[in-house]
């Protein structure tokens, strides 16, 4: 099984920016794709971004191209999101999953980000 936490999460002014760790755990972790996703309070869970298995490739929605980082440390075990220019529309639960055999199988508990204007 895997096990992903995420943390970082908080309260930011608009303009400001955050950091989210996501720290995983179990069997081959470090061979799947991670990615983040959010959940907006009464909206669907949309993607964020994503990254392969060595970090040598990186997608991003549109809406955070630019802003947005996602990065990995293998070594650590650990997928972070880099989030600067932070916007009121970026508010949201934000949540770690690892891809499977065929699916994002495996998800974190959340971080909550609000972002103040």
């Known amino acids: 099984q895997v096990r992903l936490v995420e943390s970082g999460g908080g309260l930011v002014q608009a303009g400001g920016s955050l950091r989210l760790s996501c720290a995983a755990s179990?069997?081959?972790?470090?061979?799947?794709?991670m990615a983040w996703f959010r959940q907006a309070p009464g909206k669907e869970r949309e993607f964020v971004a994503a990254i392969r298995w060595d970090g040598g490739h990186t997608i991003y929605a549109d809406s955070v191209k630019g802003r947005f980082t996602i990065s990995r440390d293998n070594a650590e075990n650990t997928v972070y999101l880099q989030m600067d220019s932070l916007q009121p529309e970026d508010t949201a639960v934000y949540y770690c999953?690892?891809?499977?055999?065929?699916?994002?199988?495996?998800w974190g508990q959340g971080t909550q980000v609000t972002v103040s204007s």
């Open positions: 179990g069997r081959a972790v470090n061979s799947y794709p």
């Open positions: 999953s690892a891809h499977g055999d065929s699916e994002w199988d495996y």
